[in-house]
């Protein structure tokens, strides 16, 4: 079941064949396995998701899943609205473990140790697609106290070398480019919007997001006009301008340098 107007869009056991598909949807994902192993891609990091562990994929990231030779796999799989999580999670440092991946960070967490905690909050969450009243309420506060438990057992992830209000500069800064995507943004602009230099910004921001804010910004766009490829009938040229793209052979460039197949593949169900 899917719906955009609820926190958890999706949710499904799977117990067969591991898919592996492009990610065009603005959602973060969680997967727990519940037996067996998977291989996992990530970028250039490559886990393997054994029993109990806990995966988190930030919405801008792209992954490959794939089961090991002869092995069998049963898993949880949750998918999260982004706009809508970013609104219920309400600590920025918390929403970091599904919204921001920087350099050294592990996407698969060993949760053995509260196993049945984390199986009954992803049960509960996978409950909340139903439509009942206060649903978003209960994933936003499940959710919460499942990205605790993760913090707690991987206190590594709490960012360093970033003083907090560098930190909520650099949050602002997110949610700007996150909300004004489409408008012609520069490196320049932002810093001085936040009253930081250009060299502490792209810093800042990439020890926060693991993107420079220009690769951050292109992403936002690609995955806004993945996303309008498949739910809209407006042509690609269209797309690519109100997603903020100037020109239209760089967009298809940087669409299929990122996704692996041009925009109109994607469409055509092809990618």
């Not at 959710?143 to 605790?148: A, E, H, K, S, Y």
């Not at 590594?156 to 004004?180: F, L, P, T, W």
Request: aromatic share 10%.
């Amino acid at each position: 079941m899917e719906n955009s107007r609820r926190v958890v869009s999706a949710f499904y056991h799977n117990t067969g064949s591991v898919l592996s598909n492009i990610n065009y949807r603005n959602e973060y994902e969680l997967f727990f396995v519940e037996d067996g192993e998977i291989e996992l891609t990530v970028g250039e990091h490559t886990y393997t998701a054994a029993k109990n562990s806990l995966t988190l994929l930030a919405n801008l990231e792209q992954q490959t899943l794939r089961l090991k030779k002869d092995t069998h796999c049963s898993r949880f799989c949750l998918f999260l609205n982004a706009p809508l999580t970013d609104a219920y999670i309400r600590n920025p440092e918390l929403l970091d473990l599904l919204k921001n991946h920087p350099d050294g960070f592990c996407h698969c967490v060993d949760m053995s140790d509260c196993r049945d905690e984390v199986m009954g909050l992803i049960l509960k969450m996978g409950d909340c697609i139903e439509g009942k009243d206060y649903d978003n309420d209960l994933a936003g506060a499940c959710l919460t106290q499942l990205l605790v438990l993760v913090s707690r057992l991987q206190p590594a992830y709490q960012r360093g070398g970033i003083s907090r209000a560098y930190k909520n500069r650099m949050y602002v800064v997110q949610r700007y480019i996150d909300e004004h995507f489409c408008e012609d943004i520069t490196v320049s602009e932002l810093a001085k919007r936040n009253y930081v230099s250009v060299c502490y910004l792209s810093h800042s921001f990439k020890a926060l997001t693991g993107y420079s804010p220009k690769k951050y910004l292109t992403l936002v766009r690609l995955k806004n006009a993945s996303m309008m490829l498949c739910d809209t009938a407006l042509s690609v040229g269209e797309i690519a301008e109100r997603c903020g793209f100037s020109d239209l052979n760089n967009f298809c460039k940087q669409f299929k340098t990122h996704y692996g197949c041009t925009p109109g593949s994607l469409r055509a169900g092809k990618g």
